[in-house]
């Protein structure tokens, strides 16, 4: 009787192996911004070389001596008032006004940031009820979404920077000085984003939910809250993302008019008077980690509303 033939070991297929390191960096979100922060920093320290470049050698000549390509760019990277300054000597800067200056001290930026962080604060208070008080009056009123609306809207196309001194002039000649204002300009880029998002959101229930709360008698405060704004969460919070951001815009250009004394403004002022360029872009540098960190406190308490509401975000 012949044998009946066997898979050997040799033929069994091999274990599917799982994505290398590299593989798992790539396929969230950490690998993606890596790479791409990696190719903006050797952008930025090229173009750090190339922006830099005649002054280097205008100081060179100037002294007479051989310089080769190397040291070109050493000297680039090392100028005291660069037109731009390379990255590392924006942390050096970072390092020195965060880390090594007291929170107290005007010197630091800590402290400049908290002055900016509170206007903003309460600048995105003023906004957000004042957005969201509009986008209720104008779903529920036919007549106030047709006078308000189009205000609301032409209200975004005047510059901040041309209205913020007169925003200042008018609140300081009733008494309004300091936080106040700078809340105010916050407040007035603000609204915007979370007015049309909640509009938005607030209309979002369909016409069968709408009727289904009819049917059961519903009242419209009972429509508002137990359809209307569970619906609208999503808008609020991705307006708030947007709204939060450009509440701290708002408080750095209050900053820049009023000739102020504390706050990212101020340090961004200082620096362009006195040519300070590493000065600017640390104070730029730290105006967007304050940013993102705003950011992400949203979005954190975003996840705990959700998970309060029962909902899987």
């Known amino acids: 009787m ?8 040799a033929a069994l297929p091999a274990p599917a192996r799982g994505p290398g390191l590299i593989g798992r960096l790539m396929s969230g979100k950490t690998g993606p911004v890596l790479v791409v922060s990696l190719v903006l920093i050797a952008f930025w320290y090229v173009m750090t070389v190339y922006m830099n470049a005649d002054w280097a050698i205008q100081q060179f000549e100037r002294k007479n ?54 206007s903003t604060m309460l600048g995105f208070l003023f ?44 609140l300081a000649a009733i008494g309004l000085r300091g936080l106040v204002p700078k809340a105010f300009i916050s407040m007035y880029l603000c609204f915007f984003p979370v007015a049309i998002g909640m509009v938005k959101g ?19 405060w009972t429509v508002f809250w137990s359809l209307r704004w569970p619906s609208a ?27 102020a004394l504390g706050g990212i403004g101020s340090r961004l002022l200082a620096g362009s008077y006195y040519g300070q360029t590493i000065q600017i872009w640390a104070a730029l540098l730290a105006a967007a980690v304050l940013a993102g960190l705003l950011v992400s406190a949203v979005g954190l308490v975003e996840k705990l509303v959700y998970r309060r509401m029962g909902v899987q975000s």
């Open 2 to 9: 012949p044998a009946i033939p066997t898979m050997t070991d």
């Open 65 to 118: 001596v051989d310089w080769s390509f190397g040291d070109l760019v050493t000297a680039t990277m090392e100028q005291k008032r660069p037109q731009l300054p390379a990255p590392h000597q924006i942390l050096a800067e970072l390092e020195k006004s965060v880390l090594d200056r007291k929170v107290t001290s005007k010197r630091s930026l800590i402290y400049h940031a908290g002055i900016t962080l509170s």
């Open 127 to 170: 906004g957000t009820v004042l957005g969201i008080l509009l986008a209720v009056g104008i779903v529920h009123q036919r007549t106030m979404e047709k006078s308000m609306m189009p205000w609301v809207i032409c209200s975004q196309t005047i510059p901040i920077l041309a209205i913020a001194p007169m925003i200042i002039v008018v």
């Open 202 to 220: 607030l209309r979002s229930p369909d016409l069968l939910q709408l009727d289904l709360m009819r049917t059961y008698s519903a009242s419209r």
């Open 233 to 259: 969460m999503p808008y609020l919070f991705t307006s708030l993302k947007i709204g939060i951001a450009i509440a701290l815009v708002g408080a750095i250009v209050g900053e820049l008019p009023t000739g």
